[in-house]
């Protein structure tokens, strides 16, 4: 098991625009949140870039890890902690070698303890499983079981992320099965108290404390 308590990874919504950088400040103000991953689609280079960058400096401001979704080149030219890359985007190694050892590269495996394993050995800084609940923010083909958490988290020191539908409400299995991180977008986005509250809710529940 990994000594480290498990933490919070937001995921962006779609529409990063308008009033969302207030939104992702009010979050990160509200409690600990150790990365925040930039996820748009349908945009040009450009406007990616014109949108990430407002959310980097917010992101560096509260110490908090800015990761790219499936943009290896985005990542770079804005200088972005870390990429997320699935199965069907460009390659780990790939990526290493246009990124540098520095940046963090997470996969996602869905609810492949194969791919998992590929991950790693390939120099991956964390892998994804899921979706370990119904979701709404994205299509899922793949639902794997807890216990993917607890062989991960037995077997290696590579930090494994939970994502997939979950909310403060579902989130306490995933934590005793040894998710490092749960990533989350919806249930805090979306949440009718508000983003800042929805933090808290998790703050509360992964016993990390909250800030005043």
Request: charged share 20%.
């Amino acid at each position: 098991m990994h000594d480290i308590p498990c933490q919070l990874y937001l995921i962006s919504p779609l529409e990063t625009g308008g009033d969302f950088p207030n939104q992702l400040r009010n979050a990160l103000a509200a409690g600990p949140v150790a990365a925040f991953q930039f996820r748009v689609k349908d945009v040009n280079p450009e406007q990616a870039a014109e949108l990430a960058a407002p959310l980097k400096v917010i992101c560096d401001e509260f110490d908090v890890a800015f990761i790219v979704n499936d943009d290896i080149a985005l990542a770079k030219q804005i200088g972005a902690d870390g990429v997320h890359l699935g199965q069907s985007d460009e390659n780990l190694k790939n990526a290493r070698a246009e990124l540098g050892l520095d940046v963090q590269i997470g996969i996602t495996c869905h609810d492949s303890r194969h791919l998992a394993m590929e991950a790693g050995e390939g120099g991956a800084n964390y892998v994804a499983f899921g979706a370990f609940f119904p979701t709404k923010t994205k299509e899922t083909h793949h639902k794997p079981e807890l216990d993917i958490l607890e062989w991960w988290s037995a077997m290696m020191e590579i930090p494994c992320v939970a994502i997939g539908g979950v909310t403060p409400e579902n989130c306490q299995p995933l934590i005793d099965a040894g998710a490092d991180f749960l990533a989350v977008s919806g249930a805090v986005w979306h949440d009718s108290d508000g983003a800042a509250q929805a933090v808290r809710k998790f703050a509360a529940k992964l016993d990390v404390g909250e800030k005043s």
